[in-house]
């Protein structure tokens, strides 16, 4: 059952569909890619004019390598590309020094040399296999119709059905054959593609800690901006309140001897300054971590973000299983930041909140946040930049949709794993 699954299953036609496509893009590429490096080449000694036209070649190597990758994930087998740093140039056709002689140039323009006579052997096998398959099968129908009235050898007609009966037996064969053959040859294909056109295990595995120190750098940089906020906030806020407290409590002491109503006014006075320095030092520590992330989650925190919000928030959250404490504080002050520029920037008159997802081992979180108000959001400033580091902290991604007039879409999908 599965050799005749395989006859009308999309993955075969897909194949199929597959070979023709790689013919055509492989006519294209040979003849461009031959004919530019044997210009560039026969040119070098002209000034070396060769060089532009060289590296013109390159780029549009480059190009039918995109379609390449583009062509190979709709078959469901990805090919990898190299890291963009490794592919840069100084002008449209000035190639970078050394970037012509790179496993990367090299790979590109001998996959597009290479890709002919293999994409004509697929072709010509998938295209014979399947012309035998139908025609053999197919062939009772019409027999009659060949001259002499029957199917003939050697010029002499056969009119018995062992001809007929043999004929369908080879189409039988070839077509059960097929399928596994088209999606054989369409895998090869996949594998010398990703051999000429990925990148090396080890370049991928440079390319993952490049990635890893930047992401470092960031967090770096986001926790010594949280720092010094914390130090300005203490140096401006609680401590000034709490000096004030300490004056306060030192004339009324000074006072108690001879005017016990004043000194009594400045205790109501420096008691009064104390309560605000509490309520001062209380948000500072909601600011580093909120004691109710910890203990109940992120429904409840956040629901106490909405709750102080001066603008009407909708929330819908749905987490079936609680995150590991890194994504939650990262969802947390996504929020608490986006909500602070809505009440601040926005001009909104209304919030919405979406906290989704399946925080399993393999599962992401995802935050949206949006309004209604004027939009125009800056992803460069210093507040949604301090965030994008933190997402970046736990390899999620942050983006920012605040078009003028609005509306303002914040979301962040964090890995849980």
């Keep these: 059952m599965s050799l005749l699954r395989g006859l009308v299953s999309a993955r075969t036609w897909l194949a199929f569909t597959h070979h023709i496509a790689g013919l055509v893009l492989a006519i294209a590429s040979f003849t461009v890619v031959v004919t530019g490096v044997a210009l560039g080449i026969g040119l070098l000694p002209l000034a070396l004019v060769g060089i532009p036209v060289l590296g013109l070649t390159s780029r549009c190597a480059d190009g039918f390598a995109a379609v390449e990758r583009a062509r190979f994930g709709l078959l469901a087998s990805p090919v990898s590309g190299w890291p963009a740093t490794d592919n840069r140039y100084r002008a449209l056709v000035l190639p970078r020094r050394g970037t012509l002689t790179s496993r990367l140039t090299v790979g590109r323009l001998a996959h597009a040399v290479l890709r002919l006579p293999l994409s004509v052997l697929a072709f010509t096998l998938t ?105 300005r906030d203490l140096h401006d806020g609680a401590q000034q309140r709490l000096v004030a407290v300490a004056m306060e409590l030192g004339r009324a002491k000074a006072k108690f001897a001879d005017d016990v109503e004043a000194a009594a006014a400045l205790v109501d006075q420096a008691h009064a300054e104390a309560k605000a320095a509490l309520v001062e030092l209380r948000d500072l520590v909601r600011g580093v971590h909120p004691p109710v992330l910890t203990d109940r989650g992120l429904d409840a925190a956040i629901s106490g973000l909405a709750a102080r919000c001066p603008i009407p928030v909708d929330l819908q959250i749905d987490i ?65 930049r301090g965030l994008a580091d933190r997402v970046a902290g736990i390899d999620g991604a942050l983006s920012v949709e605040s078009p003028p007039g609005g509306p303002t879409i914040i979301s962040a999908i964090l890995p849980c794993g």
């Design 127 to 231: 295209v014979a296999i399947w012309t035998v398959g139908i025609t053999g099968v197919t062939v009772p129908l019409y027999a009659g119709e060949f001259p002499g009235g029957g199917l003939s050898i050697d010029g002499t007609p056969y009119h018995g059905t062992e001809p007929l009966a043999l004929s369908v037996l080879i189409g039988l064969v070839a077509l059960l054959a097929a399928p596994p053959l088209t999606r054989g040859l369409a895998a090869m294909d996949a594998r010398f593609t990703r051999w000429l056109l990925s990148p090396p295990h080890d370049a991928e595995l440079q390319a993952r800690v490049s990635q890893l120190e930047v992401s470092r750098e960031r967090v770096v940089d986001a926790a010594e901006a949280e720092r010094r906020r914390i130090e």
């Design 320 to 384: 079936p299983v609680r995150p590991r404490p890194a994504v939650e504080a990262v969802a947390y002050f996504t929020v608490a930041e986006a909500l602070t520029n809505v009440a601040k920037h926005s001009r909104a008159t209304h919030v919405r909140v979406v906290v989704d997802g399946a925080p399993g081992p393999a599962g992401t979180l995802n935050v949206v946040i949006s309004d209604d108000g004027i939009g125009g959001a800056n992803a460069d400033g210093a507040g949604l």
